[in-house]
Nanobody
Framework: QVQLVESGGGLVQPGESLRLSCTASGFDVTDYVMTWYRQAPGKERELMATIFPLGNTERSVKGRFTISRNDSKNTVYLRMYSLKPEDTAVYYC???????WGQGTQVTVSS
């Protein structure tokens, strides 16, 4: 059974960093494209970054977000830097091949 579980969200202050994790089960993340999205209140879901099986990455949002992968943990990460209030959203990881999404993790940036 394919499953994605995100973690690492929370309440942070502007300027802080955060690392989100997405742990997969039922398949190996090294073999498939993995993506991170976010959805802010009242807005459409937005593609943040993609990591490909060979390990190359693509950012769809410039600057402060980095996607990476730990093959031994079957986990994909989204590292976020210099967070701003407008980064407040629910963050989701996705495995497009499996049409699978995690449940999301809330990130709130506020002083």
């Amino acid at each position: 059974q394919v499953q994605l579980v995100e973690s690492g969200g929370g309440l942070v202050q502007p300027g802080e960093s955060l690392r989100l994790s997405c742990t997969a089960s039922g398949f190996d993340v090294t073999d498939y494209v993995m993506t991170w999205y976010r959805q802010a209140p009242g807005k459409e879901r937005e593609l943040m970054a993609t990591i490909f099986p060979l390990g190359n990455t693509e950012r769809s949002v410039k600057g402060r977000f980095t996607i990476s992968r730990n093959d031994s943990k079957n986990t994909v990460y989204l590292r976020m830097y210099s967070l701003k209030p407008e980064d407040t959203a629910v963050y989701y990881c996705s495995a497009p091949f499996w049409n699978s999404w995690g449940q999301g993790t809330q990130v709130t940036v506020s002083s």
